[in-house]
């Protein structure tokens, strides 16, 4: 898989790139990763690419014209006018990293992960042209409930949730079964007038401990320390269902 990262700030991913999965990945040659520079595309010698938008208000907003051109010089091809608009080659997304977009999941990122490219814009200031969402966009995509200086954060975080889902780069192709938002299936209820329907859910990760098995006074519960499996795995189900209710009651379908 391949990942374009347009920035104004190239620099921010020197450190997030050179450490664990991610490298790993970069050195199997499992993801090439390359890091536009939105400020070639600006047509000014201040290398300019925002301005401030029409109706006033407070801040800067990024210019259409730098993204749609560095988009179109990475694919290889024209995005097109009002009067046609061009879709990016299959199995390429062109994600925009906002505030407004729509919230970014592990499902979202299972998406993502069987794709082949996947280019990702990082907003800054007050926002991005409108039109940049509409017509260059596939995906607008929000990390959370928050805002952000800009989409470098969210870019990283989103190439890391991906990267570890692609075939080879964990290593243990099982790592990611257990691990926390894994989806899981509940049996239709035969008392529901639902019967016949399946639930989708998700999970967080049940808790973990290790040595010493007496910390301060806090034992290890004696079921992990048991040697049963099958005991170990009711266990580390019931926690995770327990600690899925209390944290994160959404992902059962229950109001917090």
């Known amino acids: 898989m391949r990942f374009d990262l347009i920035t104004i700030f190239p620099e921010f991913f020197a450190g997030p790139l050179d450490y664990g999965i991610v490298r790993r990945a970069r050195e199997a040659g499992i993801v090439q990763i390359h890091v536009q520079d939105l400020r070639e595309f600006a047509k000014d010698r201040h ?49 925009l990293l906002s505030a407004a977009g729509k919230l970014f999941k592990q499902e979202t990122a299972r998406r993502f992960a069987k794709l082949k490219r996947i280019v990702l814009l990082c907003g800054r200031y007050e926002g991005v042209d409108e039109r940049v969402a509409e017509h260059l966009a596939t995906d607008e995509v929000s990390v959370g409930d928050y805002v952000l200086s800009g989409g470098e954060l969210p870019a990283a975080l989103i190439l890391d949730a991906v990267t570890r ?24 209820d035969s008392a529901s007038r639902h019967s016949s329907l399946a639930t989708r859910h998700c999970l967080l990760d049940f808790p973990h401990y290790t040595r010493p098995a007496d910390f301060r006074g806090w034992r290890v519960p004696e079921v992990l320390i048991g040697g049963h499996h099958a005991e170990v795995a009711k266990w580390r189900r019931q926690q995770a269902e327990r600690k899925t209710r209390q944290n994160r009651p959404d992902l059962l379908g229950e109001i917090g």
């Open 47 to 95: 290398k300019t690419v925002d301005d401030r938008p029409f109706g006033g208000g407070e801040g800067m907003v990024l210019k259409p014209e730098p993204l749609f051109e560095a988009v179109e010089k990475l694919l290889g091809q024209s995005m097109g006018t009002s009067a046609e608009i061009n879709a990016p080659p299959g199995g390429t997304a062109i994600v």
């Open 165 to 188: 889902l692609l075939p080879g780069a964990l290593g243990n192709e099982a790592s990611t079964e257990n691990e926390s938002f894994a989806e899981f299936i509940e049996p239709p």
